[in-house]
């Protein structure tokens, strides 16, 4: 139980209800709390991504790939489909040891992956507690902050969802870098304390890339940080200032050892971009920056995906509503210019914010807005909202009950938000009430019909994809491949046909068409054209398995057999290699 000689002068904590609870218990209250609204998951199955990176990753089904986890994309399963995934090339290690670990102990039985997952969101809860603590100095608000950022219903899509646990992992990681940094800094801790900061960060640069703004968190913290013992009258003073900063230059050095090998195993990748000019996409930031600031301040209607037209149409209404986030962003650095720790908060959600809306640079507009890369930006905002709410110019009473029925209605948020992980075909159904126009939701929606059995209801559903994205390859393909899978092969071929049109360059994936189209025309005794496709295919992709054998089929239909012979020695010859990279794996 607190005493009053331990309770600060903020006007929340001299309340009778801070007296009797106490921040610390309150914070594991919460905890206890938000872990009771998310136990409703422990009943819900693998989803989406959950299949391709942790049911169908050969590397995390043994100790023995440890090495392998440290040179290969988190996606191991390769495959000329994958460019539809829209993926940039996901280098984190940590985050697949961690799955390893996981599927080690656990293997593929639920709901230890919930659990887990779980545990790693209240673990950042406390850390987010003693943050707050080491920065804003005041009990009250920071306990504040752990319960924003344990209820907020914008962490659903982090800890509901398996593979999401890369966000909760270079959560906790930051946050344990910076702990022991300060300690380190501040309170003159050992230098144990510094090394163990450079481990953290290391560990969370290979959880996520998001981790690449930790320096210039450091940086900004230093920068900051009030040091009684250098001021600005005192000889050699500001090169003690500047001294500081040297502090940051190994967490730079981490980063760029990250770069450097994930270029040298996977060269330069930077996604598939919005499609035409990437640069044309960072006008549209903004507006990106007001649909998460939105969801974090106003989270009553978060989805998988959102509204295209959220981010990507300047209305009169986003316009100004951008101009008063600067506006507020100028007004709370001036209205605190004697609080550092909180000037401190704005430059670090400033700074977290970049990679999230560089996903305008990297990803397609269907892809750009997602939940789950607010798990650590709320951090800072959490402390923020805290700090306004314990204002010591608010009157207590007020501050007590505006506090607790936000809480409440941001528990009861994540409660409700929880059943939408329940299944694939549960959690594209709410997205598209939410984002009924969007592309990649149909899509999607229309795969987890499917698998359902739901035909008829899925075709519908790629139907849909077709007619909003009329130039979609990948659409087209979607839609043709389940045609196809019912017999319905002369309607499969021409969305393939379409595909074909809308996919003009020698990638992959248009080797992939040709070789589907051919199939087809195999099927249907059209051996000429068959080969024709597959020539086209083999010049894009000539070590791809099953091309070679299938042109020989296409060779032996027409009678030129030898040609047929050679094809099919080319294939033992791709196969032998296939099956000695597979042994090279496993030994």
């Given at each position: 139980?607190s005493?009053?000689s331990?309770?600060?002068?903020?006007?929340?904590?001299?309340?009778?209800?801070?007296?009797h609870?106490?921040?610390?218990?309150?914070?594991l209250?919460?905890?206890?709390?938000?872990?009771?609204?998310?136990?409703?998951d422990?009943?819900?199955?693998?989803?989406?991504d959950?299949?391709?990176?942790?049911?169908?990753n050969?590397?995390i089904t043994?100790?023995?790939?440890?090495?392998?986890?440290f040179?290969?994309?988190?996606?191991?399963v390769?495959s000329?489909?994958v460019?539809?995934?829209?993926?940039?090339?996901?280098?984190?290690?940590?985050?697949?040891?961690?799955?390893?670990l996981?599927?080690?102990?656990?293997?593929?039985?639920?709901?230890?992956?919930?659990?887990?997952s779980?545990?790693?969101h209240?673990g950042v809860?406390?850390?987010?507690?003693q943050?707050?603590?080491?920065?804003?100095?005041e009990?009250?608000?920071?306990?504040?902050?752990?319960?924003?950022?344990a209820?907020h219903?914008?962490?659903?899509?982090?800890?509901?969802?398996?593979?999401?646990?890369?966000?909760?992992?270079?959560?906790?990681?930051a946050?344990?870098?910076?702990?022991?940094?300060?300690?380190?800094?501040?309170d003159g801790?050992a230098?144990?304390?510094?090394?163990?900061?450079?481990?953290?960060?290391s560990?969370?640069?290979?959880?996520?890339?998001?981790?690449?703004?930790?320096?210039?968190?450091?940086v900004?913290?230093?920068a900051?940080?009030?040091i009684?013992?250098a001021?600005p009258?005192?000889?050699?003073?500001t090169?003690?200032?500047?001294?500081r900063?040297?502090?940051?230059?190994?967490?730079?050095?981490?980063?760029?050892?990250?770069?450097a090998?994930?270029?040298?195993?996977?060269?330069?990748n930077?996604?598939p971009?919005?499609?035409?000019?990437?640069?044309a996409?960072?006008?549209?930031?903004?507006?990106?920056?007001?649909?998460?600031?939105r969801?974090?301040?106003?989270?009553l209607?978060?989805?998988?995906?959102?509204?295209?037209?959220?981010?990507?149409?300047?209305?009169?209404?986003?316009?100004?509503?951008?101009i008063?986030?600067?506006a507020?962003?100028v007004?709370?650095?001036?209205?605190?210019?004697?609080r550092?720790?909180l000037?401190l908060?704005?430059?670090?959600?400033?700074?977290?914010?970049?990679?999230?809306?560089?996903?305008a640079?990297t990803f397609?507009?269907?892809?750009?807005?997602?939940?789950r890369?607010?798990?650590?930006?709320?951090?800072?905002?959490c402390?923020i909202?805290?700090?306004?709410?314990?204002?010591?110019?608010?009157?207590r009473?007020?501050s007590?009950?505006?506090s607790?029925?936000?809480?409440?209605?941001?528990?009861?948020?994540?409660?409700?938000?929880?059943?939408?992980?329940k299944?694939?075909?549960?959690?594209?159904?709410?997205?598209?009430?939410?984002?009924?126009?969007?592309?990649?939701?149909?899509?999607?929606y229309?795969?987890?019909l499917?698998?359902y059995?739901?035909?008829?209801?899925?075709?519908?559903?790629?139907?849909?994809?077709t007619?909003l994205s009329?130039?979609?390859?990948?659409s087209?393909y979607?839609?043709?491949?389940?045609?196809s899978?019912?017999?319905?092969?002369?309607e499969?071929?021409?969305?393939?046909?379409r595909?074909?049109?809308?996919?003009?360059?020698?990638t992959p994936?248009?080797?992939?068409?040709?070789?589907?189209?051919?199939e087809?025309e195999?099927?249907?005794?059209?051996a000429?054209?068959?080969?024709?496709h597959?020539h086209?295919?083999?010049?894009?992709?000539?070590?791809?398995?099953?091309?070679?054998?299938?042109?020989?089929?296409?060779?032996?239909?027409q009678?030129?057999?030898a040609?047929?012979?050679?094809?099919?020695?080319?294939e033992?010859?791709?196969?032998?290699h296939?099956?000695?990279?597979?042994r090279?794996?496993?030994?």
């Amino acid at each position: 139980m607190s005493t009053p000689s331990r309770i600060p002068s903020s006007r929340l904590a001299r309340s009778r209800i801070a007296f009797h609870i106490g921040p610390e218990r309150a914070v594991l209250y919460g905890a206890v709390l938000a872990a009771l609204a998310y136990c409703q998951d422990v009943r819900y199955d693998f989803i989406l991504d959950d299949v391709p990176l942790i049911l169908m990753n050969e590397t995390i089904t043994s100790w023995h790939n440890w090495k392998r986890v440290f040179v290969t994309h988190i996606a191991s399963v390769k495959s000329p489909v994958v460019p539809l995934a829209v993926m940039a090339v996901h280098y984190r290690p940590v985050y697949i040891l961690w799955q390893m670990l996981n599927e080690q102990i656990f293997g593929a039985v639920l709901p230890w992956w919930h659990v887990t997952s779980l545990l790693l969101h209240v673990g950042v809860i406390f850390l987010v507690y003693q943050v707050g603590l080491k920065l804003l100095k005041e009990r009250w608000t920071a306990a504040l902050a752990a319960l924003l950022f344990a209820f907020h219903p914008i962490h659903v899509e982090s800890v509901s969802y398996v593979t999401a646990s890369t966000d909760l992992l270079v959560t906790l990681f930051a946050l344990l870098a910076f702990l022991a940094y300060a300690q380190f800094r501040e309170d003159g801790g050992a230098r144990g304390y510094y090394f163990a900061s450079i481990v953290a960060a290391s560990l969370a640069m290979l959880s996520k890339e998001t981790a690449v703004m930790f320096p210039c968190l450091l940086v900004a913290y230093e920068a900051l940080r009030e040091i009684p013992s250098a001021t600005p009258q005192e000889p050699g003073s500001t090169r003690r200032i500047w001294a500081r900063f040297a502090w940051t230059l190994p967490f730079f050095a981490v980063v760029a050892a990250y770069t450097a090998l994930r270029t040298l195993l996977f060269g330069l990748n930077a996604g598939p971009g919005p499609g035409g000019n990437r640069l044309a996409a960072l006008v549209d930031i903004p507006l990106v920056l007001i649909v998460y600031l939105r969801n974090l301040f106003w989270p009553l209607r978060l989805s998988f995906f959102y509204p295209v037209e959220w981010a990507t149409q300047w209305t009169l209404v986003k316009g100004a509503a951008f101009i008063v986030v600067v506006a507020a962003a100028v007004f709370l650095w001036n209205f605190y210019r004697d609080r550092p720790g909180l000037r401190l908060q704005l430059l670090w959600a400033a700074i977290l914010f970049v990679p999230a809306l560089l996903g305008a640079y990297t990803f397609v507009r269907e892809d750009w807005v997602h939940d789950r890369h607010m798990y650590l930006v709320s951090v800072p905002i959490c402390f923020i909202a805290a700090a306004l709410l314990t204002d010591r110019r608010l009157p207590r009473q007020a501050s007590v009950v505006v506090s607790s029925v936000i809480l409440a209605v941001l528990l009861v948020g994540t409660a409700i938000q929880v059943p939408r992980f329940k299944d694939d075909a549960t959690i594209y159904a709410t997205a598209l009430r939410v984002a009924p126009t969007n592309v990649l939701a149909h899509n999607d929606y229309a795969w987890a019909l499917w698998m359902y059995g739901r035909h008829e209801e899925g075709l519908r559903e790629f139907r849909i994809a077709t007619d909003l994205s009329p130039r979609s390859a990948e659409s087209h393909y979607a839609y043709g491949s389940a045609l196809s899978e019912i017999g319905r092969d002369a309607e499969a071929a021409a969305e393939y046909e379409r595909a074909l049109q809308w996919s003009p360059g020698p990638t992959p994936f248009r080797a992939f068409l040709l070789s589907e189209i051919a199939e087809i025309e195999l099927k249907n005794s059209q051996a000429g054209a068959a080969a024709a496709h597959l020539h086209e295919a083999l010049q894009i992709a000539p070590q791809m398995v099953n091309y070679h054998a299938m042109l020989a089929e296409a060779l032996n239909l027409q009678g030129r057999t030898a040609e047929a012979e050679e094809q099919m020695r080319l294939e033992a010859g791709i196969r032998d290699h296939i099956v000695r990279e597979q042994r090279a794996f496993h030994e």
